[in-house]
């Protein structure tokens, strides 16, 4: 699945009540409308849920995936409790089926609708198809052309397609930092004294190293989540510290060029949003900032002090990192002017 996004808007939602008990309807997802995102406009145009992906759908409330679902669409036949229908405008909640005399949490949901404390719902997708525009101006405009799926209807309420069979299992977890000189049986002692659902009885400790949590982490390969600046350095600091924690346990070199080459394409995409001021604007093309300049070089100064630069010569030449001490000094010639007028 594509990388989730999660999208919140007003409209209108409301609580009915028909043949089938207690509902609500609305639409979460309108095409053609234009919605401000702060550093962009996105439009989702007509027709972009053509191919989504709706046939196994959960309704559940406060994000929280342990719960029993309020209600469930498999492919919207007769055994679903909530009906999604793309239409002409968007994507139609027709309804929700909620058992407010049996459920807590659909009683008080329902009653929050009825009240009209609820004016509008957000939802997670993933896209397949999209365009920018205007990527040159400080407000460009995403044009979302395919949705992949859609995981999620929510006013707190959390929709997800699962990944494996339904289970639901009650268990509780605790954790400290054991540090030099602690003993190990009082901190297993102060851990079965937190335990409020279950017993500890039979609980199993695990001591776990914090460079073995870093390991167990570290994906493949880090990509930038998004276009943006920001995006890309985040996603080329990721990738020199992968490459600097498999270093220690003296990985070769087959297993360390994937994060090594991530790391410098990124850095050398990093400088074509470099403006001619020094300064770095937060898509290609767009004004200096202050604050993107300052997070960039953050990553920078980071990496360095970490010594994860020192390598990179033996694999790419003397030059590979010119880019980098080109980038650094006029970004910190461009941060003394705009604070300092030097």
Do not use: C
Not at 41 to 65: S, Y
Not at 173 to 196: N, T
Not at 239 to 250: E, L, Q, S
Not at 272 to 290: C, H, I, Q, T, V
């Amino acid at each position: 699945m594509n990388e989730l996004e999660r999208r919140s808007y007003t409209f209108d939602v409301r609580a009915e009540t028909g043949a089938s008990g207690s509902m609500i309807t609305g639409r979460p997802i309108v095409y053609d409308s234009m919605t401000d995102l702060g550093y962009f406009n996105e439009v989702i145009e007509r027709g972009a849920l053509n191919k989504t992906d709706l046939r196994d759908v959960r309704f559940l409330v406060n994000h929280d995936t342990r719960n029993i679902p309020l209600a469930r669409s498999r492919r919207n036949n007769g055994n679903s409790t909530m009906q999604l229908t793309p239409d002409a405008e968007g994507l139609s909640l027709d309804w929700v089926q909620l058992d407010i005399d049996n459920n807590a949490d659909a009683k008080a949901l329902y009653s929050a609708v009825q009240r009209r404390d609820i004016s509008g719902m957000s939802f997670m997708f993933s896209i397949n198809d999209e365009e920018w525009e205007n990527l040159e101006s400080d407000h460009p405009t995403r044009r979302i052309k395919s949705i992949g799926s859609v995981v999620e209807v929510s006013d707190e309420v959390f929709v997800t397609v699962p990944v494996r069979p339904d289970s639901q299992t009650l268990a509780e977890s605790h954790s400290m930092v054991v540090k030099p000189g602690d003993s190990i049986q009082e901190i297993r002692s102060m851990l079965g004294e937190r335990f409020v659902n279950v017993s500890s009885a039979g609980a199993e400790y695990v001591e776990v190293q914090l460079m073995d949590m870093l390991r167990e982490s570290i994906p493949s390969v880090v990509e930038p989540e998004y276009i943006d600046l920001i995006s890309l350095s985040e996603a080329m600091y990721a990738d020199f510290m992968a490459y600097g924690i498999h270093k220690m346990d003296d990985k070769g070199h087959e297993e360390l060029k994937p994060y090594l080459e991530a790391a410098m394409t990124y850095l050398n995409k990093m400088s074509s949003y470099r403006n001619a001021d020094g300064g770095f604007g937060w898509l290609r093309g767009m004004p200096s900032s202050e604050t993107v300049t300052a997070v960039v070089l953050e990553h920078l100064a980071a990496l360095r002090d970490k010594r994860l630069f020192d390598d990179i010569h033996l694999f790419y030449g003397e030059d590979a990192l010119d880019v980098y001490d080109d980038m650094a000094t006029d970004a910190v010639k461009y941060l003394d002017r705009s604070f300092f007028n030097t």
